[in-house]
């Protein structure tokens, strides 16, 4: 059995992961930040242990600024709902998710401008071409880190200095990199890092969250909700400082203790190390799949600059057919169609059929990626 | 007297609390989160008692670190 979707979520998880869950259910399990028990006060420690984790992985500064929810969807939806205001101007590109997409046209809908850069049909972004589309009231960019559909990855470093030169601010989605690839948001000039707990960090799902820094005005931030933080309790109006602002209601604390203990782990055997790993699985995929005949793989086809997430085709097969024969018949686990992306489908010309996506992982191995190339390769031949 | 005479530090939330437990007791200071004392505040938090003699000590720490607090009180 091959599990190659880890684009969609990873799998398996390191053990530690499980253990820090049922470490915290059987013995730990109150609300942390609502009582000051002994049992609430070791939850609080949890939840701030995974907050202090996730700073430390994208080097930001200050632990309470990472704010946590479901997944890297309401933290964009976050940001975007919480900083845009009718007649701001937002840029993205046109390799995004839904997840960035469906809020954006909504809010433009509501009054707020919105440009879309196109990409180069392998994903690719210049910088140039977004600077261009830069204006006066252009309140934020929003990019993703890597596509979800090829693992291209978009040049977050070069529009993060833009970004600061027109002063105006970047969200880099990151829920394809963030522990997979190294992010250093300081380095960068990200302002706003958007992250999903249960893919490259490992963690549980339901867990994700939003990153923010110190140049984005905590004042002007509306939270998506409001209500109990455990905090200013004797008020009717939300807290104004973080994290509380933007973290209403009781936390998924147990997916929190998951995600602390993933994060940790990926620290421990290092992003460099996991990069590296990846990329040489990469180059191995993208090598098998471009020697058969008949297939066509999309994207930058480079190791060097995407993740380790590959979508290709096989001429005269459609996409559906192709993964339920890899699951049916080689229980080769992948995902087939628009993994939610259509405007990156149409920047590579795979609108509206889609690709065959191969996403692997932390745990992917050589005799994996071998065994698969070599059913890809039958089922090809059987074609022809 | 028998023992410690304490102060509490008065924090915004538990996250700002653990934080500074985490921080003082890096720099050696004796700290504990506790609920806040009910003659101090009706709020159901919790604050960092800490020893009345490391006031100074810890209220420099929590400034420099640019961590807000309520304030910190003898109790």
Known sequence: MIYFDNAATSWPKPPCVGEAMTRFMTEIGANPGRSGHRMAVEAARVVYGAREAVAELFGAPDPLRVIFGANATEAINLALNGL??????????????????????ALSGGRVGLTVVGCSPEGGLDPKDLEAAIRPTTRLIILTHASNVTGTLLPVAEVGRIAREHETLLLVDAAQTAGACPIDMQAACVDLLAFSGH????GPMGTGGLVIGDRVDVARFRPLMRGGTGSHSEHEE?????????????????GLAGLAAGVRWVLATGVDHIRARERDLTRRLLTGLEAILGVTVYGTRDARTQTATVSFTIAGMEVSEVGSRLDDEQAV???VGLHCAPAAHRTLGTFPTGTVRFGLGAFSTAEEVTFALDVVAALSRGLR | MSGEEYAVILVLSTSHAVRI????AQQGIACKMIPVPRQISSDCGVCVRIPQSQREAASEIVRE???????????
């Open chain 2, 21 to 24: 437990e985490k921080m003082l």
């Open chain 1, 238 to 254: 939300q807290p104004g400082f973080l994290p509380d602002l933007l973290e209403s209601g009781t936390p998924n604390a147990v």
């Open chain 1, 333 to 335: 686990m992948c995902r």
């Open chain 1, 84 to 105: 845009l205001r009718p007649g701001d101007h937002v840029i993205t590109s046109s390799m995004e998710h839904n997840s960035v997409m469906r809020p954006l046209r």
């Open chain 2, 65 to 75: 670190a640019g961590i807000a607090i309520q304030g910190i009180v003898d109790v």
């Open chain 1, 199 to 202: 893919k490259s960090l490992y």
